[in-house]
T-cell receptor, first 118, second 113 residues
Framework: AQSVTQLGSHVSVSEGALVLLRCNYS??????LFWYVQYPNQGLQLLLK??????LVKGINGFEAEFKKSETSFHLTKPSAHMSDAAEYFC????????????????FGGGTRLMVKP | DVKVTQSSRYLVKRTGEKVFLECVQD?????MFWYRQDPGLGLRLIYF???????EKGDIPEGYSVSREKKERFSLILESASTNQTSMYLC????????????FGNGTRLTVT
C-alpha cells in the first residue's frame, strides 16, 4: 500500500527566504506525485505534478519539486517566499500500474501549513 | 476553467439526522470523489465514482453512502449523522488516467451536534 509522509505540520519562514516542504512516499511501483495548495476557505489547487518525464518539475507561482527515487522523496521548494504563499500544502501519490476502474486514487500526506513572516 | 460546486459552505446538523452533501461539476469528467479533511490527517477518500451509477469504496466508507444518477452530480449521504463525522468534506472531479489532477470544490464544513 502506498503512503505519504510530510515532515513538519507547520513551517515558518521569513519573507524572501527559501521555502522547503518535505514529502516522502512509499510505493511498490513507480508513482505519479502531486503537490496541491489550499488557501484559507478554499479547495485544493494543483501546484505541480511528476509523471516521469523529468525529475525536476516546475509548477505555478515559482514553486518546483525534485523527484529523487533513491530517497523516495518529492520535496517542494521556492527560492524566495512571498506573503501570498501562506497556505497549507499537500503532497499526494498515485501508483502507476494500479488501475482501479480507471480512477486515479490519490493518497495524501497530512499537510504542511506554511507561515510567512514579514 | 473546471468548476466544482458544493452546494453548502457550512452545515450544522443534529446527531441521527440524514445529511445530504451535493456536488456538481461542469467539465464532463468521468471520475468524481468525496474526501474528508481533518487536521493532521490530510485528505482521506470516502468514495469515488468512475461513471454514472458506478461507485467504489475508498479508505473510510463506514457511515457514508453515495449516489451518482447523472454524470455531473455526485452526492454524499450520511445515513445517521454522528459527532465523529464533524469535518470538512471536499468533492473533486477528474478525467480518467492516473496522472490526471483532481479539481476540487471549496468544501463543506459539517458540524454534527
Amino acid at each position: 500500500a502506498q503512503s505519504v509522509t510530510q515532515l513538519g505540520s507547520h513551517v515558518s519562514v521569513s519573507e524572501g527566504a527559501l521555502v522547503l516542504l518535505r514529502c516522502n512516499y512509499s510505493s511498490s511501483v513507480p508513482p505519479y506525485l502531486f503537490w496541491y495548495v489550499q488557501y484559507p476557505n478554499q479547495g485544493l489547487q494543483l501546484l505541480l505534478k511528476y509523471t516521469s518525464a523529468a525529475t525536476l518539475v516546475k509548477g505555478i507561482n515559482g514553486f518546483e519539486a525534485e523527484f529523487k527515487k533513491s530517497e523516495t522523496s518529492f520535496h517542494l521548494t521556492k527560492p524566495s517566499a512571498h506573503m501570498s504563499d501562506a497556505a497549507e500544502y499537500f503532497c499526494a501519490v498515485s501508483e502507476s500500474g494500479v488501475v482501479r476502474n480507471a480512477g486515479n486514487m490519490l493518497t495524501f500526506g497530512g499537510g504542511t501549513r506554511l507561515m510567512v513572516k514579514p | 476553467d473546471v468548476k466544482v460546486t458544493q452546494s453548502s459552505r457550512y452545515l450544522v446538523k443534529r446527531t441521527g439526522e440524514k445529511v445530504f452533501l451535493e456536488c456538481v461539476q461542469d467539465m464532463d469528467h468521468e471520475n468524481m470523489f468525496w474526501y474528508r479533511q481533518d487536521p493532521g490527517l490530510g485528505l482521506r477518500l470516502i468514495y469515488f465514482s468512475y461513471d454514472v451509477k458506478m461507485k467504489e469504496k475508498g479508505d473510510i466508507p463506514e457511515g457514508y453512502s453515495v449516489s451518482r444518477e447523472k454524470k455531473e452530480r455526485f452526492s454524499l449521504i450520511l445515513e445517521s449523522a454522528s459527532t465523529n463525522q464533524t469535518s470538512m468534506y471536499l468533492c473533486a472531479s477528474s478525467p480518467p488516467g492516473l496522472n490526471s489532477p483532481l479539481h476540487f470544490g471549496n468544501g463543506t464544513r459539517l458540524t454534527v451536534t
